[in-house]
């Protein structure tokens, strides 16, 4: 069975910086594309970041390049998305997900599993 489980999530105010983590299990890693997606409230789900399976290939959504950063532990079957100069629009909950073999991508139809989401709340 598949899991992926987000924490990190918190209250922080404008310009303040957190880190989220995603530990996976019940899958091998190595093979996951994983990616970040966030949903605001009465807004849809959209993408914020993505790390190749292999490591070293990221893509960004225009609206956190710069202070957002993804990465990932193989050995430790985690991917983290550390948040910077956060801004009260980023407020949302964040979701990981995983694709197997994917390429680098922000279209959420590619991913095959996804966590329950930690909330993230940006005052200003």
């Known amino acids: 069975q598949v899991q992926l489980v987000e924490s990190g999530g918190g209250l922080v105010q404008a310009g303040g910086s957190l880190r989220l983590s995603c530990a996976a299990s019940?899958?091998?890693?190595?093979?996951?594309?994983m990616g970040w997606f966030r949903q605001a409230p009465g807004k849809e789900r959209e993408f914020v970041a993505a790390?190749?399976?292999?490591?070293?290939?990221?893509y960004y959504a225009d609206s956190v390049q710069g202070r957002f950063t993804i990465s990932r532990d193989n050995a430790k079957n985690t991917v983290a998305l550390q948040m910077n100069n956060l801004k009260p629009e980023d407020t949302a909950v964040y979701y990981c997900?995983?694709?197997?073999?994917?390429?680098?991508?922000?279209?959420?139809?590619?991913?095959?599993?996804w966590g329950q989401g930690t909330q993230v709340t940006v005052s200003s």
């Open positions: 790390i190749r399976w292999a490591g070293g290939i990221t």
């Open positions: 997900a995983a694709d197997r073999w994917g390429t680098v991508t922000g279209t959420m139809a590619d991913y095959d599993y």
């Open positions: 019940g899958l091998t890693f190595s093979q996951y594309t």
